[in-house]
């Protein structure tokens, strides 16, 4: 069963908008990750943030976590069409075992 | 530049036959990952290894799937026999545990008809 649950599942925005995407996810983690994956690729690190951080970026990416409410944010500031894949949230629970956990995944298309 | 490198990327095979998927991890990476994705299930963990040694394969269909670390260089994934419904992308990844990321390789994109 999956950790972790994206929304929204599909996402459809023109070039310049920022882009939110949410996850969910269901046991105590020791960190969260973020990757992107374009189509018929592998997915790609973006970024990571661990059970003790509330927000991080880079560049133009922001990501929060709420370990309350177990969920996690990720935004892309002023989009752009090189944006458009799928981006999943991995988490490392705390079970010691070091292992990643993806989630549904979040489509995104940034219209030029 | 250092990259996980999957082989071949793309399998066609018939229904029954053995398939072997090869992954080589970045060199001095210790832990290893196996991913099936589909669309209906997404991204599944079949197996991890660290150090070579198989940590959980909780995963992967036993009767079918293993999966092996013949050396540092080198791992497998096997599915005897295949069946239609093993068609999928069959990512491995390679990172440190431990709250690093997993680097991930193009995958093998397998069609069992």
């Known amino acids: 069963s999956q950790q972790g649950e994206e929304d929204p599942q599909a996402l459809s925005i023109q070039e310049g908008e920022n882009a939110t995407m949410n996850c969910s996810y269901k046991?105590?983690?020791?960190?969260l990750q973020w990757y992107r994956q374009n189509s018929g690729r592998g997915l790609v690190h973006l970024i990571l943030?661990?059970?003790?951080?509330r927000e991080k970026h880079s560049g133009r990416l922001r990501v929060t976590l709420d370990t309350s409410k177990k969920s996690s944010s990720l935004l892309i500031t002023a989009s752009r069409a090189a944006d458009t894949a799928s981006y999943f949230c991995?988490?490392?629970?705390?079970?010691?075992?070091?292992?990643?956990?993806f989630g549904t995944g979040t489509r995104l298309k940034v219209l030029a | 530049d250092a990259r996980v490198t999957q082989t071949p990327r793309h399998k066609v095979t018939e229904m029954g036959q053995e398939v072997t998927m090869r992954c080589q991890p970045i060199?001095?990476?210790?832990?290893v990952f196996w991913y099936r994705q589909t669309m209906m299930q997404g991204l599944e963990l079949l197996a991890y290894?660290?150090?070579?040694?198989?940590?959980?394969d909780s995963g992967m269909p036993k009767d079918r799937f293993s999966a092996e670390m013949p050396d540092a260089t080198l791992a497998t994934l096997k599915i005897q026999p295949s069946e239609p419904r093993d068609s999928a992308v069959y990512f491995c990844?390679?990172?440190?545990?431990?709250?690093?990321?997993?680097?991930f390789g193009q995958g093998t994109r397998l069609t069992v008809v």
């Open positions: 990844a390679s990172g440190f545990p431990g709250g690093t990321e997993a680097f």
């Open positions: 046991t105590s983690i020791n960190n």
């Open positions: 943030i661990r059970s003790n951080e």
């Open positions: 991995a988490t490392d629970t705390t079970s010691g075992t070091y292992k990643y956990i």
């Open positions: 060199l001095g990476h210790n832990t």
């Open positions: 290894f660290r150090n070579r040694a198989p940590l959980d």
